[in-house]
């Protein structure tokens, strides 16, 4: 049986968000402590990205230029 994909949205000290696959952020234990928040679980990229979208609007994250 396969595990179901869960898409999060993790700042980094910079500001910028990004959107990450579950099993990639547990994976790299040196970027888990350069998260500073974290919102999810997501059950698709696009739902993720669309979030992103919304904290950005929202002065919670930066845009990437």
């Not at 990229?45 to 994250?61: H, M, N, P, Q, T």
Request: charged share 20%.
């Amino acid at each position: 049986m396969s595990n179901p994909e869960s898409w999060y949205i993790v700042k980094r000290p910079s500001g910028h968000c990004e959107v990450v696959l579950n099993g990639n952020e547990s994976q790299d234990q040196e970027n888990n402590s350069e998260i500073v928040q974290q919102w999810g679980p997501f059950t698709s990229r696009s739902d993720a990205i669309a979030r992103r979208v919304g904290l950005i609007r929202a002065g919670k994250c930066q845009p990437v230029m």
